[in-house]
């Protein structure tokens, strides 16, 4: 059995990987999107199958109104004592000086759930982990934010003890235990205890192409004690242009039954156009960061190593005593929306589904009209991963509108200053309903203006498709399922990419959602009705 890389496609970034008896588990950021931390299970380590997500609760998460690329950052899933514990950040701030963040701890009996609601553990940094060292006491791990001006951002690694019994840290242990090396921007840490050493796994050098994994060891958890391998970067692509993957770096490390050791990390699949270089521009990864897993095994000196090199393989040996897993076979999402709630591959941003929304069952996904696509607070959008660079993804619209800011249809969303949709709308020099195509730009907004397609009289229902062809996309209407029009323009796939996004703005951490939506900036909540939904893969 092999395992074949990315095993979590689109935006399935910073995973936490720990191993219960025979089963794996992985546990994923999802920054704005609701809800919060996917979780993933397999006994292979091949083959996932969504287990479910730990933040499902508005007492557990209030995301209302975080910027783009806030909200859950990095989380961390353990298991000890019983239950599965899991610590997570939620992040108020992206941009400038300050990260505003708030660090707090769930736990469950199964991993499915029930979560408890949080404990509040502190906002000295993001990417927290817990440790539970062999003589039982815990400690958090956490990088540190230093807003000063003057001083490095990243201001190393520090650890703090937990009382498991009073649930609560002890700030007066607090001491930073490793300032990372000179690449810089030391994030992402976990440690754990082998063969008498603390090994302390840390991400470097940024999220992007520059990532890297480094490692570090010591006998204590004294401050500052902490001596880098000779091995670094443990996993890195800074300097593998021409690798299938590229950004590895955050993870987590995982032992088999067995003995065997590998490593999750995120990864990006750039695709790159005829005339752009690899040693230039590395690509445009419009599927975010992905989950990659690769092997293990340590040198004499019991450093860890990489299989393969620290490029990493895309394909890779599984286990020797691997546990065949069965999982689905295509990623192709169909929905008639007959269910009376949203299934596993739907996601909403900031706040969860609710009647005030809108609702779903008996064959249609009702959305109430709320806010444009870049609003933070009220917004009626439905989601879900592009998790590949080819699909076709299409839905029929009932919606009768009789103002022009009155907006539903098919959208290809990365963020609030970047998406783009068709829909249909009401056209008040024409008198009837037309169905346009609009993209916003962080800030420079185009629709098709006159160019728009009416929409026959008596017509019920309208069918919007959007083509997706790794590097552009286009948006068609038809009125009869059969016959159908492409609207006018070809879309920049590139700019739904993180590293798009990255050169906009500091907050490119997600990645690109198909997804449907109902605007009504006149505010009388004008309801659209969506029906058949189907994704399939090219």
Partial sequence: MQIHNPVLTGFHPDPSIIRVDDTYYIAN????????????????????????????????????????SGGIWAPDLSYADGRFWLVYTDVKVVGGAFKDCTNYLVWAEDVRGPWSDPIRLNGVGFDSSLFHDDDGRKYLVQQTWDFRAGHHRFDGITLTEFDAETMTLKPETTRTIWAGTDVKVVEGPHIYKIGGWYYLFCAEGGTSYEHQESVARSRTLDALSFEVSPRNPFLTNFDTPRTYLQKQGHGALVSTPGGEWYYASLTGRPWRRDDESFNGCRGWCTLGRETAIQKVE??????????????????????????????????????????????PDWNTLRVPFTPVMG??????????????????????LVARRWQAFGFDAEVRVEFDPFNYMQMAGLTNYYCDGSWSWAYVTWDDKRGRRVVGAAQNDFGAYTDLGDAAVEVPEGATGVWLRTRVRTSSYVYEVSFDHETWTTLPGVYDAAKLSDDYVLSRTGAFFTGAFVGLACVDLAGYRTPAKFMDFAYEER
């Fill in 298 to 343: 340590w040198d004499a000196d019991g450093w860890p190593y990489v299989v393969g090199g620290h490029g990493g393989l895309a394909v890779v040996d599984a286990p020797a005593d691997a546990i065949p897993t069965a999982a689905p076979e295509t990623r192709d999402h169909h929905d008639d929306f007959t269910a009376a709630e949203l299934g």
């Fill in 29 to 68: 950021s999802t920054f704005e999107w609701w809800p919060g931390v996917r979780i993933h299970e397999s006994k292979d380590l091949a083959h996932w199958n969504y287990a479910g997500c730990a933040l499902t609760r508005t007492s557990q998460l209030d995301m209302r109104g975080n910027p783009s």
């Fill in 359 to 380: 609702s779903t069952g008996d064959g249609a996904l009702t959305l109430y009209g709320q806010g444009s696509l870049c609003n933070l607070f009220d917004l009626s």
